[in-house]
């Protein structure tokens, strides 16, 4: 269990007038889709700041690991910011995630949202402050993708204290994945990908009692299969109280076996509670939650609910 000296520490809840910074610690973003963010943080009262180099691009990075991890650090520093917000997610988080400066972190704690390769950069800041994180979507706003419901989810996880509560939906593909019961523990995780890259680093949490979130993004169901076998025999999977799992977005390939299948027998037999079909990932109607805070997980009921990352 996560004992009472390494609580998570949760960040100040964001209040009209707050600045926020829009960073970028992994891939390259789009103008068009971060002004649109700009103009829906505008509307919450907030005072959106793009980085330095938010806009910068270094191949598939947003800019080389220096300017990167500068601009996280900028952020963490400058005590006019009381939040911070990734552009998206993509590639290289965990690249520049030993250079933040975590004594800023701990000093100032602000709270962090993003999900997919954000993971890494929430990981490491859990390892290194505590600091319980959003895992939401991004600045660069989609509204295809993540409509009004999402923008609202958002909000409440950023602007209240308030716990979250998420449902399960039949419309998931992974909705019948589910063991009955009932878990209590700390949510950790997010994208599966970047749980599995942090086996054999310090970033990855003993996970012992806590309830583990996974979702990814066109994965077809054999790579699923072989990372959680990885994460069953390296001994991750010991001791959860509970499985959250959220979308597995375009993972289908040709064969017959589905995503769905193989998360129902990898992790079916774990002897805890597993709630599958949780909108939270990279699919349509993306909801966000907080992570590093206690959740409830009553896959009976089919919801999930997480005590709030802010305070």
Not at 40 to 53: K, M, S, Y
């Amino acid at each position: 269990m996560i004992s009472e000296d390494t609580a998570a520490v949760r960040p100040p809840v964001l209040r009209p007038g707050d600045t926020v910074a829009l960073v970028s610690p992994s891939g390259p973003t789009s103008p068009e889709r971060v002004a649109r963010g700009v103009e829906l943080l505008t509307g919450w009262g907030l005072r959106p700041v793009l980085a330095a180099n938010a806009y910068a691009r270094h191949g598939y990075l947003a800019g080389t690991d220096e300017l990167r991890a500068a601009d996280l650090n900028a952020a963490f520093t400058d005590p006019q910011v009381r939040g911070v917000i990734c552009t998206r997610g993509g590639y290289g988080a965990q690249r520049i995630v030993d250079a933040i400066d975590m004594a800023a972190v701990r000093r100032d704690p602000k709270v962090v949202a993003g999900f997919s390769d954000i993971t890494a950069l929430q990981l490491a800041l859990w390892r290194g402050a505590r600091l319980a994180g959003v895992h939401g979507p991004g600045a660069a706003w989609r509204d295809e993708r993540t409509p009004l419901r999402s923008a609202e989810s958002l909000h409440a996880a950023l602007m209240t204290t308030e716990p979250v509560t998420v449902t399960a939906a039949p419309e998931e593909d992974t909705f019948g994945v589910r063991v009955a019961g009932r878990a209590t523990g700390t949510l950790l995780g997010g994208n599966l990908c970047m749980i599995v890259a942090s086996v054999g680093t310090s970033d990855l949490p003993d996970l012992t009692g806590a309830v583990l979130l996974i979702e990814d993004v066109q994965e077809p169901p054999y790579k699923v299969d072989r990372m959680l076998t990885q994460l069953r025999r390296a001994g991750v999977l010991d001791g959860l109280a509970g499985v959250a799992v959220g979308q597995f977005t375009g993972c289908a390939d040709g064969w017959d076996t589905t995503v769905a299948d193989v998360l129902g027998e990898r992790l079916g037999d774990l002897g805890v509670p597993v709630l599958g079909g949780l909108p939270i990932g990279h699919g349509p109607g993306q909801l966000t939650v907080p992570v590093g805070t206690e959740a409830h997980l009553d896959a009976d009921e089919g919801t999930l609910t997480v005590t709030s990352a802010v305070r």
